[in-house]
């Protein structure tokens, strides 16, 4: 296993549904973010964990709701969902948060649809 | 005005040209800078950091202009695989979270 992966690629849940999204990161990194993208819309950065530690938490509804029980997983568990909150959802993972060097590595993401 | 933002494209050239992006940033303060490479239906990658210095990686330039707040990309000689969409990210300030502009799109041609 290399890199950061994601799982699952492709959901389809009804807006009553509870789903989580899974991401697990081989490469030793601290620090691990959800990222939303919508179509013609820039990255939205959603949580980051660093150590282990919620840092970041950009106004997201609390139908999101992120977990890290350690520093190569994270989760995004998902319910009541709506249909605008269909979109990519991509994990990624840096060697440091809030460095000069913060290089993100992107797992292949979730293409999430709410029906 | 946004705080980063790039000309959406598309750009379409033939194979073999030069092409070249500019991406503006609002806040001064910012430090770090970077280009990301985001083929259609995959995940950004990490193309390339920006230094100050300007930054060079084969067919591919960085510059940064900090005084006009932009930083450019070029590239020489495109290749039907460098067709793709260039994000452009940048820190909200040092140490600061990572903004992405909406990111450029390059169609190379035969």
């Known amino acids: 296993e290399t890199g950061v992966t994601q799982t699952p690629r492709h959901l389809v849940m009804g807006m009553t549904n509870k789903k989580s999204l899974k991401c697990e990161q081989h490469?030793?990194?601290?620090?691990m973010y959800w990222y939303k993208q919508s179509a013609k819309k820039p990255l939205e950065l959603m949580f980051v964990?660093?150590?282990?530690?919620?840092?970041e938490n950009n106004s997201v509804p609390s139908r999101f709701s992120p977990e890290c029980p350690n520093s190569s997983h994270l989760f995004l568990h998902l319910h009541t969902l709506q249909p605008e909150d269909s979109a990519l959802y991509l994990c990624?993972?840096?060697?440091?948060?809030?460095?000069?060097?913060?290089?993100?590595?992107f797992g292949s993401g979730t293409q999430l649809s709410v029906l | 005005r946004k705080e980063v933002e790039q000309d959406p494209g598309p750009f379409n050239v033939p194979e073999g040209a030069t092409v070249a992006f500019n991406c503006t940033y609002s806040n001064s303060a910012s430090q770090s800078f970077f280009w990301y490479r985001q083929d259609c239906r995959k995940e950004p990658k990490l193309l390339m950091s920006v230094y100050s210095s300007g930054n060079e990686d084969g067919r591919f330039t960085a510059q940064l202009n900090r005084a006009s707040q932009y930083i450019s990309l070029l590239i020489r000689d495109s290749k039907l695989s460098d067709s793709a969409t260039y994000l452009c990210v940048v820190n909200s300030d040092q140490g600061g979270k990572l903004i992405f502009g909406q990111g450029t799109e390059l169609s190379v041609k035969p």
């Open positions: 964990y660093s150590l282990e530690e919620r840092v």
């Open positions: 490469l030793g990194h601290n620090a």
């Open positions: 990624a993972s840096s060697q440091l948060y809030g460095t000069d060097d913060e290089k993100l590595f």
